[in-house]
């Protein structure tokens, strides 16, 4: 009898085995800045922004020991600034450790050379429908693929709106399922917003949570460096000077319009507008060619704002809603200008720059005849 103890201690060894703690894996999903890499708008509050996305990535990697995948949509524009806006994105994933990451048609539009630098800064694997397209890490299964065709087997899959008029959206499937019922759908959002931490348990997925980037959450040291030198970039470069200029009319400036609008003057004064490049300068925007055209007096036409002469056309002004006026005020009854609304805000207040603008509400605040 003396073999009783050792069954029974293997017995139980077997038990210990068989029953073993359930696993969480934790999965970040960001991702959709769309050329968004801070907060814009003048509306309250302004969420989100690359270096508030890269404090709570290494808050929750540290907390929970989380996967880190991004989807991808870094800018939406071609151009020089946006190669330098994926390279500053993709710095910061390099150096917060980003697990994997997806290569955009917006992306893979500027070219090889841009492609080739996102991978080396990035450092973690590239995901391409037109190269490695999947990659298993901690038993769960990344992908991505082409609008229609499924990937089957995969766990989480980064899916592309086929006209790319959607920032991507990641698919969750039950494990085993491809189905499009089976899909549960999260997305961190446009404009860099947000973010999403999936908890998977024993490769199932248990549940999901949306988190904001709100003001409350703090810059984080290295993605501010990489952000500062995309900022040093961009005027070290003068790419503010390059901006292709057409014929609009020619301009007059504010102070043309006093002598027969002094009451609109009057309130135009009082408003945000007539301070709109001082803000800028505030945040070291003021050379950033994606700001600058909404905090100007005609930055895209010949004639208009240049930054040789910062003093000459700054701020909002009438002619930023209104139009040229130079003619209007040397003949103010042959040549009229355009009475304006809504539609020309929402040129600048959109709901990517300005989320919760509404016409109604601000145009109180600037209202005048």
Not at 126 to 149: K, N, W
Request: hydrophobic share 35%; charged share 20%.
């Amino acid at each position: 009898m003396k073999w009783l103890p050792h069954v029974f201690g293997a017995l139980l060894f077997g038990i210990g085995l068989s029953v073993q703690p359930a696993q969480d894996v934790y999965v970040i999903v960001t991702g959709g800045a769309r050329g968004n890499l801070a907060p814009c708008g003048c509306t309250k509050p302004m969420t989100g922004g690359l270096k508030r996305m890269a404090n709570m990535v290494r808050e929750l990697k540290v907390r929970h020991g989380a996967l880190w995948i991004d989807t991808g949509d870094i800018t939406n524009a071609p151009g020089r600034q946006s190669e330098l806006k994926v390279e500053a994105y993709a710095q910061v994933m390099g150096e917060l450790g980003v697990d994997a990451f997806a290569i955009s048609p917006s992306e893979r539009a500027l070219g090889e050379g841009v492609i080739l630098s996102m991978k080396s800064l990035a450092k973690g694997v590239a995901l391409d429908p037109s190269g490695q397209d999947s990659v298993t890490l901690r038993s769960i299964r990344i992908a991505v693929e082409i609008p229609g065709f499924p990937h089957p087997e995969a766990d989480v899959v980064i899916t592309r709106d086929p006209q790319h008029r959607e920032p991507n959206i990641v698919s969750v499937f039950p494990s085993g399922g491809t189905s499009q019922a089976d899909r549960f759908q999260v997305s961190p959002g446009e404009a860099l917003r947000g973010l999403v931490l999936l908890r998977f348990r024993d490769g199932v997925l248990a549940d999901s949570k949306a988190i904001p980037l709100e003001p409350r959450v703090a810059e984080d040291p290295q993605a501010t460096r990489a952000y500062n030198s995309y900022l040093n970039r961009i005027k070290t470069e003068r790419l503010a000077e390059k901006v292709l200029k057409t014929d609009q009319g020619r301009f007059a400036g504010s102070t043309s319009c006093t002598n027969c609008h002094p009451s609109a003057t009057k309130v135009h004064m009082k408003t945000a507008h007539a301070h709109a490049m001082s803000t800028l300068k505030t945040v070291k925007h003021e050379l950033d060619p994606d700001c600058i055209s909404c905090h100007s007096v005609g930055f895209d036409a010949r004639g208009g704002y240049s930054p040789l002469q910062p003093k000459k056309f700054a701020e909002v002004g009438c002619e930023s809603c209104h139009g040229a006026a130079a003619s209007h005020v040397a003949q103010p009854k042959v040549y009229k200008l355009p009475k304006v609304g809504e539609k020309k805000c929402l040129t600048c207040h959109t709901t990517r720059t300005s989320p919760g603008f509404t016409f109604l509400k601000n145009w109180t605040k600037i209202k005048h005849r």
